[in-house]
């Protein structure tokens, strides 16, 4: 599996984790949603091109 | 806050089936991601073509180590005549009854294609009619995680009322400024997982349409624009005239806003700036550790002299 792969991965994890907490606050205003969403992530995961 | 995937998540876009060699680092590699997506607290997955590469029970199989739900509203079980996973899912967050339910598209789908021995997908804007109209007496807020495709998602919006949000998937695309058919926001991010998407929405009309905050602050800024251009020396009578006409072109646009919900959206690149979450990255190496030992020759026996 190439490093790269993991990589993306592992930071989805870290960024959401780190969002949702953030996102939640956000949320106390009134009636409101925070949606996060992924698809087409297909097992080999891609570095995004900076 | 809710988390949500559309489908494809598992494995490579699916050509043919895979070789025995591939099998073992496929299914683990599968087990990593949903061991993954349990620690970051996904809410639920709709099931894309590509997640059914192992057939059926290996992703019954997997779905039961998930902490979230595996979705599909319209995939059916021929032995049992039963959906092969949770239809739907109505969530409550912060009061807001949320229904989600998940579609896959038939056409993805050769009639000798492996990936559905024993399953029956079922055609989805009929499952769909039927399962909003359910959902509405359930729920504030409907969902959609679709894997028909981008142009299918389109006109299930056209046809079908009901339907908030369509998160889509399988097609890839990047929709920066979400297009909003009838009263359905269409949702999607580019492939591979180089992106994330996040969508905050306001309630404020029930019922009503929705608009992009984007779109509102390009109008006013336009608005300001123009009246600048009405207010100036250098214009003569017709130009005055033409801009007034552009101004009252913009307030009506600006007025259909009114009384509309407003949401924006955000594409996320997962750049390797993003720092590693140390509970999955500690999963990861030792699966890395254990894709390095398998691809290694065996040691051939030492013969005796």
């Known amino acids: 599996m190439k490093k790269s792969s993991i990589f993306i991965l592992v930071s989805l994890g870290t960024f959401l984790l780190l969002v949702i907490p953030w996102a939640t606050r956000a949320e106390t205003g009134g009636r409101s949603l925070t949606l996060i969403y992924s698809n087409n992530i297909n097992g080999e995961i891609e570095p995004c091109p900076t | 806050m809710l988390v949500l995937d559309s489908g494809d998540l598992l494995f490579k876009k699916f050509i043919a089936p895979l070789p025995d060699y591939e099998l073992r680092e496929a299914s683990e590699k599968a087990r990593l991601i949903i061991e993954a997506f349990n620690f970051i607290h996904y809410d639920a997955f709709g099931i894309g073509d590509d997640d059914l590469t192992l057939g059926k029970d290996f992703l019954v199989d ?89 142009p299918k998602d389109m006109e299930l919006a056209q046809v079908l009322a009901g339907i908030h949000i369509i998160v889509g998937g399988h097609t890839g695309v990047n929709l920066l400024n979400p297009p909003v058919i009838k009263n359905s926001i269409l949702l999607q991010t580019p492939s591979k997982g180089m992106y994330v998407g996040r969508l905050d929405l306001q309630l404020r009309y029930p019922g009503s349409s929705f608009y992009n905050v984007t779109t509102k602050q390009t109008l006013e800024r336009n608005l300001i624009n123009v009246q600048k251009r009405i207010a100036s020396r250098n214009v003569t009578e017709a130009e005055k005239l033409q801009w007034q006409k552009t101004r009252e072109g913009f307030e009506k646009q600006l007025e259909q806003l009114k009384e509309r919900n407003e949401f924006s959206n955000t594409i996320l690149p997962l750049t390797e700036q993003v720092k590693d979450h140390p509970e999955i990255a500690k999963r990861v190496e030792a699966f890395k550790a254990r894709a390095i030992e ?12």
């Not at chain 2, 739900?69 to 039963?82: A, H, I, R």
């Not at chain 2, 899912?89 to 038939?106: A, D, M, Q, T, W």
């Open chain 2, 62 to 150: 997997l779905s039961k180590k998930a902490t979230f739900p595996f979705l599909s509203s319209n995939l059916y079980d021929v032995e049992s005549g039963k959906p092969l996973f949770q239809p739907y899912l109505v969530k409550e967050v912060k009061g807001l009854r949320i229904g989600i339910f998940s579609l896959l598209s038939p056409d993805l789908f050769r009639p000798d294609d492996p990936r559905i021995k024993g399953l029956e997908v079922k055609p989805p804007v009929e499952v769909a009619s039927t399962l909003v109209k359910e959902l509405q007496s359930k729920s504030d807020l409907i969902i959609l995680l679709s894997h028909l495709g981008y």
């Open chain 2, 294 to 305: 398998a691809s290694k020759p065996p040691i051939p026996k030492r013969q005796s002299p």
